[in-house]
């Protein structure tokens, strides 16, 4: 009479094996993304590589640790650092403190989100998010890559050429609507 329960398996959006276990991806938010661990990786790699998220993750201390937990440092130039995971489940060095989106190349701009348990609007912890879609205003807050404030010499030089691009792209991008409306 009833039907049998089938077992639905997730396929990779990528590969399309389906002897591999697919899942949704996404630390606190969906990604929207099908993608078995090998295919993940690859593209969480690559979002990391663009996004300059290469760092490290810090030590779990574990339950029975005593011990107390030195703030991160850069590994260039020493500096305070403040490593935190990304949605896609890599780490990234940022700046200790928030800046104005003005003073801060866009390919550094990052927001540091809450992440609550579903449902509830507890914080158990958060997650680096690139700014990306809708522009913050030029007085906004956002927190900067720890290579924004950098005292290395090639994260200066990067800095430089990122601030460079931003320039560049202004002009590149079309005029606003407002000059072309009649009165």
């Not at 990604?31 to 090998?38: A, G, I």
């Not at 991160?72 to 020493?78: A, I, L, R, S, V």
């Not at 104005?100 to 550094?108: D, F, H, I, L």
Request: proline content about 10%.
């Amino acid at each position: 009479m009833g039907g049998g329960r089938t077992e639905q398996r997730h396929v990779c959006g990528d590969c399309g094996d389906p002897s591999r276990p697919a899942q949704m991806r996404g630390v606190a938010f969906p990604l929207e993304v099908m993608r078995c661990d090998p295919c993940w990786n690859r593209v969480a790699n690559e979002m990391a590589d663009l996004d300059g998220a290469t760092a490290l993750p810090r030590p779990d201390p574990g339950p029975e640790s005593f011990e107390p937990i030195e703030p991160d440092e850069c590994p260039k130039c020493g500096m305070e650092v403040r490593t935190v995971l990304t949605n896609y489940e890599r780490w990234v060095h940022l700046a200790t403190r928030s800046m104005r989106a003005k003073e801060v190349p866009r390919r550094y701009w990052w927001r540091i989100e809450p992440t609550r348990p579903g449902g509830t609007t507890y914080v158990v912890g958060s997650i680096a998010v690139r700014v990306g879609g809708i522009d913050p205003l030029p007085d906004d807050l956002v927190m900067p890559a720890h290579t924004v404030v950098c005292a290395d010499l090639d994260a200066i030089g990067e800095v430089r050429r990122a601030r460079l691009a931003d320039v560049e792209r202004q002009y590149r991008l079309p005029p606003s609507v407002e000059e072309f409306e009649d009165e």
